[in-house]
């Protein structure tokens, strides 16, 4: 952005959610001191959202300029690292994204909620954010998972659903294609945070979770209308206890 104003409220209320198996999740509303100007950059940045091949998400992403990253990267560090067990900073980014895959085009792996910690050294954190930058509440907030099947059967599942074609999945594991919202016979939902405009969440990215996508109104690539939000993601060293 050539506007290089501050986008982040400085005096943040940070609210600690807990879920119904005690993991929790940051809340933070009124995160932007402006708001309208993110998505406005997304207006004006339209068409330079894409399909990226790198990760499983259903919709079309931007990655950010440095010093939208380099501001989301302090408000890290100062309000939100500590209180996910994090001490410094390895790497960082962050990208908008828009929902825009229809249910019945999903891969079998997007049927079923995840995790961003697949490749992080175990010995590191690995924390998510996510900024809400619409107004509709019926876009989805963000749902949060436990497993009900031991670690190496989660394993094997999350095997399944990158490497067999839908149709062998859907046989194998009883599931039908479509975005997942309440809980199946392989994961139960612990916790959910409803969308609001210009809210934003953190968590630890070794919790399963997936958007909710309650409306058909999110399958639009237009950041005006559509389930348009700013993503971010932080690998750290440990704080020591």
């Given at each position: 952005?050539?506007?290089?104003?501050?986008?982040?409220?400085?005096?943040?209320?940070?609210?600690?959610?807990?879920?119904?198996?005690?993991?929790?999740?940051?809340?933070?509303?009124?995160?932007?001191?402006?708001?309208?100007?993110?998505?406005?950059?997304?207006?004006?940045?339209?068409?330079?959202?894409?399909?990226?091949?790198?990760?499983?998400?259903?919709?079309?992403?931007?990655?950010?300029?440095?010093?939208?990253?380099?501001?989301?990267?302090?408000?890290?560090?100062?309000?939100?690292?500590?209180?996910?067990?994090?001490?410094?900073?390895?790497?960082?980014?962050?990208?908008?994204?828009?929902?825009?895959?229809?249910?019945?085009?999903?891969?079998?792996?997007?049927?079923?909620?995840?995790?961003?910690?697949?490749?992080?050294?175990?010995?590191?954190?690995?924390?998510?954010?996510?900024?809400?930058?619409?107004?509709?509440?019926?876009?989805?907030?963000?749902?949060?998972?436990?497993?009900?099947?031991?670690?190496?059967?989660?394993?094997?599942?999350?095997?399944?659903?990158?490497?067999?074609?839908?149709?062998?999945?859907?046989?194998?594991?009883?599931?039908?294609?479509?975005?997942?919202?309440?809980?199946?016979?392989?994961?139960?939902?612990?916790?959910?945070?409803?969308?609001?405009?210009?809210?934003?969440?953190?968590?630890?990215?070794?919790?399963?979770?997936?958007?909710?996508?309650?409306?058909?109104?999110?399958?639009?690539?237009?950041?005006?209308s559509g389930r348009l939000t700013?993503?971010?993601?932080?690998?750290?060293?440990?704080?020591?206890?």
């Amino acid at each position: 952005m050539t506007d290089t104003a501050a986008l982040f409220n400085p005096r943040p209320r940070v609210e600690r959610l807990q879920f119904s198996n005690g993991q929790t999740c940051l809340v933070v509303d009124d995160a932007l001191l402006r708001p309208e100007r993110l998505r406005q950059y997304a207006v004006e940045h339209r068409a330079d959202f894409v399909h990226a091949g790198f990760n499983a998400y259903p919709g079309v992403e931007f990655p950010m300029p440095a010093d939208i990253s380099a501001q989301l990267d302090e408000f890290f560090l100062r309000h939100i690292r500590s209180m996910l067990g994090g001490r410094r900073t390895l790497k960082m980014n962050c990208r908008m994204a828009m929902v825009t895959t229809a249910p019945d085009q999903l891969q079998a792996r997007q049927w079923i909620c995840h995790r961003d910690s697949a490749w992080i050294d175990p010995r590191h954190t690995i924390a998510a954010s996510v900024l809400y930058l619409f107004e509709d509440p019926a876009l989805g907030g963000t749902n949060f998972y436990a497993p009900k099947i031991p670690p190496r059967e989660v394993d094997l599942l999350v095997h399944d659903s990158s490497t067999m074609s839908n149709e062998a999945f859907s046989a194998k594991r009883g599931m039908t294609p479509g975005y997942m919202s309440g809980s199946n016979q392989y994961f139960e939902r612990i916790g959910h945070v409803p969308a609001k405009w210009n809210r934003m969440i953190f968590y630890d990215g070794r919790i399963f979770h997936c958007s909710e996508v309650g409306s058909p109104l999110a399958l639009t690539s237009d950041p005006i209308s559509g389930r348009l939000t700013l993503n971010g993601f932080f690998t750290c060293t440990r704080k020591v206890a």
